[in-house]
């Protein structure tokens, strides 16, 4: 979520889970959250063991199925539960009512499921109705997101915007994969290519760089530093994919490298007060806080490169040239897994600590030799095939493993501890 171009202190979202006011039998907002992120977390469990079933035995569809788990499946609720979680916060009102949220989780999980089966068997109208049912409980999170509004005394012009132009990107993604998964012949372009550019850097994307606007002050105790920058990174991120999703889609490859760059200014604008919050804090940053910070940092690398091959090699050199591995390594595992795992991490402790529960130890030492390895590891793997260094990729690879297993496996206790003390009611 992002915040209004003001000086005051980003909110406490440990504040925001227990002291609005909840009418009898209304959700409660530590309630949506938990719901929406330990399915979440299902998810990308049951997404990483379906990758490690297709790494030992190739099951047909296997590295599909398991993207599919953990991109559809856990880190979509994640942005569906958080960015209402976030919303209420800012806009100092309650969650959505009990009747919707449980709508958006049947229908998202179902249509998630649905895919899971229809597609690696081939049934066309599956993935139909699997993409029709995403897109009905994506309908239903933008009038609770429209309701919460509608309640609230405040009018703060950035508390959702973010979130609306994240769904509007992925129902033009919901309806490109639905198209590829049906093998629907398309020759304007490169179909694939703008369905990633929407779900990836259109949905994941968007919600990531706006909620950080808020979400990130918050973590380092600190206040947005340079308000105004805010808007130009909604209108460059915004504009960036739009860009890239009609150049790669309709074939106009001069309009996807404006998109690359406009994405590149963007991130800068939020890489800025990123690193003013870093500098800011009265304390030591803790492990989220430094993951994430980390995040945005491959985010910025990716894109340069993604700029940088564009110019050299034209504009499908970052989609199907050999620039391709080194920035899926920077924007998936880079970027995207370090900010998820980083988010993670802050809101499951929360949960915990509203409960009753312990918040995550201080380790400074431990916090940075993990921070450290995984941004040399990621780092490492990205460049060494790159710059002809081969002998690198394996001790890179295995690092970044080990730091995901690390901080995978931290993950999962938070999340099973903050069940035990949380028993979301929906």
Not at 168 to 186: D, E, M, N, Q, S
Not at 259 to 280: K, P, T
Not at 283 to 296: D, F, M, V
Not at 343 to 364: A, C, D, I, N, Q
Request: hydrophobic share 55%; with cysteine; net charge positive.
């Amino acid at each position: 979520m992002s915040r209004d171009a003001s000086s005051s202190k980003a909110p406490s979202f440990r504040r925001a889970c227990s002291s609005r006011v909840v009418a009898p039998g209304d959700l409660r907002p530590a309630d949506l959250l938990a719901a929406f992120l330990l399915l979440g977390v299902t998810y990308l469990v049951a997404g990483a063991a379906a990758g490690v079933v297709h790494g030992v035995i190739g099951v047909g569809h296997g590295r599909w199925l398991a993207l599919h788990l953990a991109f559809v499946g856990g880190v979509s609720q994640l942005v569906l539960g958080a960015s209402q979680f976030f919303v209420g916060a800012f806009l100092a009102t309650g969650p959505p009512r009990r009747w919707v949220v449980r709508a958006q989780l049947a229908l998202w999980n179902l249509g998630t499921l649905v895919l899971a089966v229809g597609v690696p068997a081939g049934i066309a109208p599956a993935a139909v109705a699997g993409g029709l049912l995403l897109l009905g409980g994506l309908a239903l999170h933008a009038a609770g997101l429209r309701a919460m509004q509608r309640r609230s005394l405040q009018r703060a012009r950035w508390a959702v915007r973010w979130y609306y132009a994240c769904a509007a990107f992925l129902v033009p993604g919901v309806g490109a994969g639905i198209l590829l998964a049906g093998g629907t012949a398309w020759s304007s372009g490169d179909l694939l290519g703008a369905h990633l550019a929407l779900n990836l850097v259109g949905w994941f994307g968007t919600a990531i760089v706006g909620t950080l606007h808020t979400f990130f002050p918050s973590l380092t105790e600190t206040r947005l530093t340079f308000p105004r920058l805010e808007s130009a990174a909604f209108a460059g991120w915004t504009l960036g994919v739009g860009a890239l999703a009609a150049g790669y889609g309709f074939g106009f490859p001069a309009v996807a490298a404006g998109g690359w760059i406009a994405l590149l200014v963007a991130a800068g604008c939020l890489a800025v007060n990123v690193a003013a919050s870093m500098r800011a804090g009265r304390r030591p940053p803790a492990l989220p806080a430094r993951l994430l910070a980390l995040g945005q940092g491959f985010l910025l690398a990716g894109l340069l490169a993604a700029v940088g091959a564009t110019l050299l090699g034209g504009a499908a050199a970052p989609v199907a040239g050999s620039a391709r591995a080194p920035l899926a390594v920077l924007l998936l595992a880079g970027w995207l897994g370090l900010t998820v795992l980083g988010s993670l991490l802050h809101l499951l402790s929360v949960l915990r600590r509203v409960r009753g529960g312990r918040g995550l130890p201080p380790r400074p030492a431990h916090d940075r030799a993990l921070v450290c390895a995984a941004g040399a590891g990621i780092a490492t793997l990205a460049a060494a095939p790159t710059v002809g260094v081969s002998a690198a990729v394996a001790p890179a690879a295995v690092t970044v493993v080990a730091v995901y297993g690390l901080l995978g496996a931290k993950v999962l206790s938070v999340a099973l501890d903050a069940l035990r003390v949380t028993r979301p009611s929906v």
